[in-house]
Nanobody, 126 residues
Framework: QVQLVESGGGLVQAGGSLRLSCAAS????????MAWFRQAPGKEREFVAA????????FYADSVKGRFTISRDNAKNTMDLQMISLKPEDTAVYYC???????????????????WGQGTQVTVSS
């Protein structure tokens, strides 16, 4: 069982930056693939970025490539999402997720992830 808690969301102007953090409980965090998803009102949950268990295999949605950076610290059981050059279309609730079934393989689909945080709101004003 893994519990995930996100933090760091907020209101920012377009072009600004935010850093989201995800704190995980559980001794097997380091063996899980981890990801960030987001969901805007009326839309399906959307893949943002993911990291394989070692942190060396990273994958990003095209919409955030070059602007968002995912990182993880397995010693601290944490995962971050650094977001720069934010756009109004980045506005959503951001979720941290863990896939306990695959450590090295990243599946950019929310159905592959068993554990979820409660979400943190990111609002980008124009």
């Amino acid at each position: 069982q893994v519990q995930l808690v996100e933090s760091g969301g907020g209101l920012v102007q377009a072009g600004g930056s935010l850093r989201l953090s995800c704190a995980a409980s559980g001794r097997t965090f380091s063996s899980y693939a981890m990801a960030w998803f987001r969901q805007a009102p009326g839309k399906e949950r959307e893949f943002v970025a993911a990291s394989a268990w070692s942190g060396g295999n990273l994958f990003y949605a095209d919409s955030v490539k070059g602007r968002f950076t995912i990182s993880r610290d397995n010693a601290k059981n944490t995962m971050d999402l650094q977001m720069i050059s934010l756009k109004p279309e980045d506005t959503a609730v951001y979720y941290c997720a863990a896939d306990p079934n695959r450590g090295r393989i990243i599946i950019p689909n929310f159905r592959a992830y068993d554990y979820w945080g409660q979400g943190t709101q990111v609002t980008v004003s124009s």
